[in-house]
C-alpha cells in the first residue's frame, strides 16, 4: 500500500530519532512547515524535497512513498556536486539524465517517472523545453523569451503548475540544459 508523503516524512523523521524542530533546522525551514508537509497541509517545492531526501539518504520515490526502496538500482543515493538525480547510464561531461518528478509537462511528452536526457548549456532558444532553476527552485518548463520577459510554461493537465513569468533583474533564474530526449516508462 502506498503512503503519503507527509506520513513517510514522519516516518523517516521518528526513525532517525529526530523532533519535528530538529530535521526543520537541518533542513532549514519552520517548524510549523515539518508539521504541515507531515499533515499533509503542504507539499514541499521541488529542491525542498530534494534535501530531505539528501538528508535521509532516500530515493524521492521512497520519500514520496512509491517504493520502500531507498535507492535506485544501480544508482547511488550519495550527494554530488550536481543538484539533480544523476543516472549513470548514458551520462557524460555535457549531458545527464533528469528524473520527472512531477506531471508539468505531461502534455510536452514527459509524464511523471520518465527520464529528460539534458544537454548542459546557459543558452536556450525560445520554445525549447529546458530544465532551469529559478529562486533556488528546480523546474522543467517550455522556455519562451520575449524581450526581457521569460515565461516558464507547464504543459499539463494539472491546474496547480502555473505559469512563472520572470522579468529579467527581478529573479534569479539560471538556465541548467535543454531536453534532447526523453525515456518514457509504459507501465
Known amino acids: ?19 519535528q524542530e530538529e530535521l526543520s533546522k537541518n533542513i532549514h525551514v519552520s517548524i510549523s512547515t515539518v508539521g504541515m508537509y507531515e499533515r499533509g497541509e503542504r507539499f514541499p517545492a521541488e529542491n525542498n524535497l530534494k534535501n530531505l531526501a539528501d538528508f535521509f539518504n532516500v530515493s524521492m520515490d ?13 544508482v547511488s543515493n550519495e550527494r554530488t556536486e550536481d543538484p539533480f538525480d544523476v ?5 557524460t561531461k555535457d549531458q ?4 520527472v518528478y512531477d506531471d508539468s509537462m505531461e502534455m510536452g511528452y514527459l509524464p ?6 539534458i544537454k548542459r548549456q546557459s543558452h536556450i532558444d ?12 528546480i523546474l ?3 522556455f519562451i523569451k520575449k524581450n526581457n520577459v521569460t515565461v516558464l ?30 525515456k518514457i516508462n509504459f507501465g
Open 87 to 91: 543516472f549513470d547510464q548514458g551520462s
Open 62 to 74: 521512497c520519500l514520496l512513498g512509491r517504493t520502500n526502496q531507498s535507492t535506485y538500482a544501480g
Open 126 to 137: 525560445s520554445q525549447d523545453i529546458a530544465v532551469v532553476e529559478l529562486n533556488g527552485e
Open 96 to 99: 545527464f539524465y533528469y528524473k
Open 140 to 142: 522543467l518548463r517550455r
Open 1 to 19: 500500500m502506498r503512503v503519503s508523503f507527509g506520513e513517510k516524512l514522519k516516518e523517516l523523521r521518528k526513525e532517525h530519532g529526530l523532533t
Open 153 to 182: 510554461e507547464p504543459e499539463s493537465y494539472n491546474p496547480k503548475h502555473k505559469l512563472k513569468i520572470v522579468t529579467d533583474g527581478e529573479d534569479t533564474l539560471s538556465i541548467v540544459g535543454k531536453v534532447i530526449s526523453a
Open 112 to 117: 511523471e517517472g520518465s527520464l529528460a536526457l
